[in-house]
């Protein structure tokens, strides 16, 4: 099949002819066929296992959109640990098997977050039009592809993106979502109380410190000790500089008295736990809570279980909850809307910062090593931001 290099700078061309288009990005190109197939690639996997072990870089074509379908180019594609879960076949939800893109097996695409723009939709396609942006809906999709052809149904419309990038369009619906809805859905927090959080630095972690320093709560942060100090002591002036009222490490939750004398010597009380670590840290960050409080679980870094010491259910009548934002998600469509859109006018605003990203280049010329390797280095030690890929010439 002739491939052509669809320029909207230049136009197109045929065989020497040049044919004008609809311009729609100087920056971007798109590798089409003469009979308007897209050229799409995708990471997908056949079985569960290690990144590194089952994920595959595949080649296949997309045709032009008929009746409700749409067709979309993704922009950026976070990597987060849940979709790692995933591939491992560790996380509740599973890719969308499928042989829908020429493969004999049933494959999927990995990922579950991520921000697309419509190129091209059916005659009756309903609720999105060519050039909207665009996020899922739903995890299970499968975001790392240069391209997927869907219906509008399972897509949600950015309505306003003026001031935002894709990266900020494309990392709003998990993490941010997250932190918001575990301070407002689990305690009555009030400005001047206080929350603790394990896992500070996290997606989550950062967010929810920007979102509680706006509502006027303060965060009490707990961090892993870096082997380099200094390292540990620039984490703490980073989060120190999105909000975070004070900042300790997993070891200073063991203190008592420090954390006493952060809290005004006793007479300010904590009425919110975030875990995102599990194992027996809990128990410590549980031990500083006023009673009636609750410790709300999220994620579980460090794959220990929780023993809970029966006296923190009896005699402080503490609450240990959990709390899945694609669950809340499903059943609230459109508080998922509203938290979506007023964290990115948020963003808009400069009020709500960024986490530290490290791009990853995909080109329509990408090779298979360099988007492995990326997801595969997720799993390494300290990271100094979050993985992200960045779609260009596909």
Same mark, same amino acid.
């Given at each position: ?108 695409? !990995?990922?579950?977050?991520? =921000?697309? *723009?419509?190129? +091209?939709? #059916?005659?009756? /396609?309903?609720?999105? $039009? %060519? ?99 200094? !390292?540990?002591?620039?984490? =703490?002036? *980073?989060?120190? +500089?999105? #909000?975070?009222? /004070?900042?300790?490490? $997993? %070891? ?143």
């Amino acid at each position: 099949m002739l491939l052509i290099r669809q320029s909207f700078s230049q136009g197109l061309r045929i065989g020497g002819r040049k044919v004008h288009l609809h311009r729609r990005s100087l920056e971007q190109t798109r590798c089409i066929s003469v009979y308007g197939y897209e050229q799409a690639k995708a990471l997908v996997l056949s079985s569960h296992g290690e990144p590194k072990d089952v994920l595959k870089l595949h080649g296949h074509s997309i045709s032009p959109p008929h009746g409700d379908q749409v067709t979309i180019r993704f922009l950026a594609s976070p990597i987060n640990p849940a979709d790692i879960n995933q591939i491992q076949g560790v996380y509740p939800t599973k890719p969308s098997w499928t042989t829908d893109l020429s493969t004999a097996e049933p494959i999927g695409v !990995a990922g579950n977050e991520g =921000v697309a *723009e419509v190129i +091209a939709k #059916g005659s009756s /396609a309903k609720g999105v $039009e %060519k050039g909207d942006w665009v996020i899922m809906k739903k995890q299970g999709f499968g975001t790392w592809r240069t391209h997927a052809q869907t219906t509008a149904d399972a897509l949600l419309p950015i309505r306003n993106r003026d001031g935002l990038t894709p990266a900020q369009v494309g990392t709003v619906s998990v993490n941010p979502c997250t932190a918001y809805r575990m301070l407002k859905d689990f305690t009555d927090l009030r400005p001047g109380d206080w929350f603790l959080q394990n896992g500070a630095n996290s997606g989550v972690g950062r967010a929810a410190i920007q979102l509680a320093r706006l509502w006027g709560i303060r965060s009490l942060n707990v961090i892993r000790e870096r082997d380099d100090p200094a !390292a540990t002591q620039q984490l =703490v002036q *980073e989060l120190s +500089a999105l #909000g975070a009222d /004070a900042v300790i490490t $997993e %070891k200073d939750l063991h203190s008592r008295d420090k954390i006493q004398t952060l809290l005004n010597n006793g007479r300010d009380r904590i009425r919110l736990a975030l875990n995102c670590v599990g194992g027996a840290q809990v128990n410590s960050m549980a031990k500083h809570l006023a009673p009636g409080s609750s410790v709300v679980t999220y994620g579980a870094m460090s794959k220990q279980p929780v023993n809970l010491p029966m006296g923190l259910l009896i005699f402080k009548d503490i609450s240990f909850k959990g709390f899945w934002v694609s669950r809340w998600a499903a059943a609230n469509p459109q508080e998922k809307i509203a938290c979506v859109d007023e964290i990115l006018d948020l963003t808009r605003q400069g009020k709500f910062k960024d986490v530290p990203l490290q791009p990853v280049t995909w080109d329509h010329d990408t090779k298979q090593e360099g988007l492995i390797d990326a997801v595969q280095g997720t799993l390494d030690g300290f990271r100094g931001g979050k993985g992200i890929f960045v779609f260009g010439k596909t």
